[in-house]
């Protein structure tokens, strides 16, 4: 058996994955400029990759490109949330479906412990956005169909930016971290009882609720 080599990861997607996950953790919140010059400065390289980088990044969703100045974080529209929810409905209750019988109790039951482990501390947002983050792609780790698994990750990326800047700026951030988590523990459950109709109904259930919540939010901080 030949043993694959290793991936060897460029500076330039080490960059790439830095400035995304500062977009997707609301560093640069909606409508924040992200400066090449600054950019290309703060990571020691010239402003050529930084460009070449904001590109790549302009087809994910998250900015928009301005000419001779940078980049801008894509504002929160209450029609982008919708959009982007429906399409989560869509795949990710497909997805839930399909991994009934895949996925294993060795896998759910660790998420499912580490859930729990948020009511009993003080609100821990890398714990959270973690926990968060791993149970949904457990929904779609084990589909073997690569375009399905890339939508589904870069709608959940674009939910993601959204949902965390919502949850970030609310008022009840508690009641919805715990709100979240009773969701979580919910679809965890039905993965446990390999029921694919009860995985569908929790999963479209939880998404229901985070575009109501999201929505909210949103309208709320725009009418402040």
């Given at each position: ?74 504002e ?7 959009d ?29 412990e ?32 690569e ?70 939010t ?7």
């Amino acid at each position: 058996m030949v043993k694959k080599k290793p991936a060897i990861v460029s500076a330039k997607d080490q960059i790439y994955e830095s400035l995304k996950q500062d977009i997707l953790s609301n560093k640069y919140q909606p409508g924040d400029i992200i400066q090449i010059d600054r950019i290309a400065a703060e990571y020691g390289v010239s402003a050529t990759p930084i460009r070449e980088i904001l590109l790549r990044l302009e087809g994910t969703g998250l900015i928009v490109l301005i000419p001779n100045k940078g980049a801008q974080v894509n504002e929160i529209k209450t029609k982008d949330i919708k959009d982007i929810w429906e399409i989560r409905k869509v795949l990710e209750c497909y997805a839930g479906r399909i991994s009934a019988q895949l996925i294993s109790e060795q896998e759910i039951d660790p998420i499912m412990e580490r859930v729990k482990s948020l009511y009993e501390r003080a609100f821990d947002k890398d714990v959270y956005t973690r926990v968060d983050d791993d149970l949904h792609r457990l929904l779609y780790s084990h589909i073997d169909n690569e375009f399905l698994c890339e939508a589904i990750t870069r709608v959940q990326d674009q939910s993601l930016r959204i949902r965390y800047y919502a949850e970030s700026v609310s008022e009840n951030k508690e009641s919805i971290v715990r709100e979240v988590s009773n969701e979580h523990l919910d679809i965890l459950k039905a993965l446990k009882l390999r029921d694919p109709d009860l995985i569908e109904k929790t999963i479209r259930y939880h998404l229901e609720n985070g575009e109501r919540r999201t929505i909210a939010t949103v309208e709320k901080i725009s009418k402040d």
